[in-house]
């Protein structure tokens, strides 16, 4: 099989760059007599938004991470918030790429990743809903999301949204002209506590109009000594709430899960390894069982 030049690589969890100034704008100013041509949101020597690991993997299971990445575009500074807010959960979900990078190198499975912060624009939500670029995540005021204008929200589509998706949409149609089966498996992580609510489970199976492979992966996970299983909490899945499962998986009738780990588990090298070995036994079990 010809083999494709390997895709540009960005750490979803690299640092975001110091800001230039805390009230970094969110939109450009031109001078009166610019042309009105909006500039890229990414500069030439950011990072770019997608990661892409073992794209021709042996596995049927295509793994993505929507919320893997914490960068901000140098453009948009800090989106006005202080730093240590973006190490929080409400940038990204903490110790998905590493658990994700794990499991997709133990089964030799596709993964695609976004490296840049859900804070600039959510890849786990249509773009046309308020969430996908939040003026408030949990208690903080996202001051460089407020009042975007049309053209702003457009050059944060275009430069984060559409290539992420047109990534994972490209590897799905490479393999079914290929004659290869697919199984979405959406990763994602969830904060213990939630404004002050305490979550006591420690990982979850999330669904909507296909729970075969969900309701297997919980019986699986559940038998697992000592393990809380919840299903379709803290979250469930649905058109208006997520993206990438409705759009991926549902529209092409793919088998699917979209799972979520309790964060504190997964917040050291040690926890990602453990929940990646956790699920490279698991998962192909359970595809097994709901196919």
Known sequence: MPTE?????????????????PA????????????LLAAPLLAAHEPPPVEILRAHGASDLV??????????PEALGRLGIAEHELTRHIAWDIGIAGVATRLSAALDAALVMQCYSRLVIDCNRDPGVPSS???????????????????DRTRRVDALFTPYHDAIRALLDRRAAAGRPSVLVALHSFTPVYLGERRPMHAA???????????????LLAAEAGLVVAENEPYRVSDLTDYTVPVHAERRG???VEIEIRQDLIADAAGEAAWAERLARL??????QAA
């Open 5 to 21: 030049p390997p895709p540009a690589v960005a750490s979803p969890d690299a640092p975001p760059p110091a800001a230039a100034s």
């Open 24 to 35: 970094a704008a969110s939109r450009a100013v031109a001078p009166p007599d610019a042309p």
């Open 133 to 151: 670029m939040p003026e408030r995540s949990e208690a903080t005021t996202i001051p460089g999301n407020l009042d975007l204008a049309p053209a």
């Open 63 to 72: 793994l993505a991470a929507d919320h893997a990445g914490r960068r901000i």
């Open 254 to 256: 793919l088998l699917h």
């Open 283 to 288: 998962l192909p079990a359970a595809v097994r």
């Open 205 to 219: 199976v999330l669904y909507n109009r296909d729970a075969r492979l969900s309701l297997a992966l919980r019986d």
